[in-house]
């Protein structure tokens, strides 16, 4: 299995007429995802060419599902309107019972995610990944169930379950497995904004209980304790070897960093607390991104998988 997507995900694009919609529809149609159609207000029975075939435009995310019978919907809709883009789409899956939105828009205003995400919470079939974040992708035997911007390329199938906050160290960690033999199960990125829909310990879980995934690489960033929390967590629950790395250790104090969510504040929050937290949890430590793909060998090794 994988977790969350599988390769039949059949998988509706918000905002598919943009241009941001209709490059990273083309991609995720390159790459064999079962892009089923789109929504644009506004342009409901056009129809989008993409290389293997051409796709339905709906006016509503309700009627899309409707007509599509989609289990994913995926935002690339400008800031302003994303947050009423994932109300939508929530309202939408919990009436047909259920769904995942992969929201990719930066820039949202927090306020706006607020509520968003506490619409999202109202519905427990219903689940948010991002804001800000590259998507999740679950690689096949060709091609896969690629819903996002991530390169679908770099991938292959595997059995590393892959979480991170920041995208570009997402694809490190994908080429650090790729290095040393393994493919990926899936690969989540949940974005860096301080209010967002998915979790580490969302997915930990996920990875715990998926039968394909035997190792996980976590990739936290300073500022918040998400990743305290999550090491918390990994200590008490998860039996499955984890490596983590953290990005940011380099940061001054007090300095706001790229991603919103990564300012240290009061001495919590800096790459060293988080890897105290990590170590602490049983959590094998790389130091520098170029590390991961050996400290993985070695908590494969001292788990019996290598």
């Known amino acids: 299995m994988s977790i969350w997507i599988h390769e039949g995900s059949k998988v509706l694009i918000q905002g598919i007429t943009g241009k941001q919609g209709t490059f990273h529809g083309t991609k995720m149609d390159e790459y064999n995802t079962n892009v089923v159609g789109g929504v644009t207000p506004g342009k409901g029975g056009q129809f989008v060419e993409l290389p293997n075939k051409k796709v339905p435009v709906f006016n509503t995310v309700s009627e899309g599902l409707d007509e599509t019978e989609a289990d994913v919907s995926l935002i690339y809709v400008p800031a302003k309107f994303a947050a009423a883009a994932i109300i939508e789409a929530a309202d939408a899956f919990q009436e047909k019972g259920g769904g995942l939105i992969v929201c990719i828009t930066e820039g949202i205003p927090i306020l706006d995610m607020i509520k968003a995400v506490a619409r999202v919470d109202q519905y427990p079939e219903v689940r948010l990944i991002g804001p800000n974040c590259p998507g999740i992708i679950t690689p096949g035997d060709v091609g896969g169930c690629k819903a996002g911007i991530m390169p679908g390329f770099i991938h ?22 790729m290095s040393v033999g393994e493919g990926q199960s899936t690969c989540v990125g949940i974005g860096g904004d301080p209010v967002n829909g998915t979790g580490f310990i969302d997915c930990l879980d996920a990875f715990e209980n998926d039968p394909q995934t035997v190792a996980v690489v976590m990739i936290g960033e300073i500022g918040g304790s998400a990743e305290e929390e999550a090491a918390d967590w990994v200590a008490k629950n998860m039996t499955k070897p984890i490596v983590g790395f953290v990005a940011g250790s380099t940061a001054p104090p007090g300095k706001r960093m790229g991603h919103a969510g990564a300012i240290i504040s009061g001495g919590k929050g800096t790459a060293a607390e988080k890897f105290k937290a990590f170590e602490k ?15 993985l060998v070695r908590a494969l090794k001292d788990a019996g998988l290598r």
């Open 156 to 177: 292959a199938k595997g059995r590393i379950g892959i979480v991170s906050k920041s995208g570009t160290l997402t694809y490190e960690a994908v080429a650090q497995t």
């Open 281 to 295: 949890a049983g959590i094998y430590v790389a130091r520098d991104p170029s590390e991961i793909g050996n400290v």
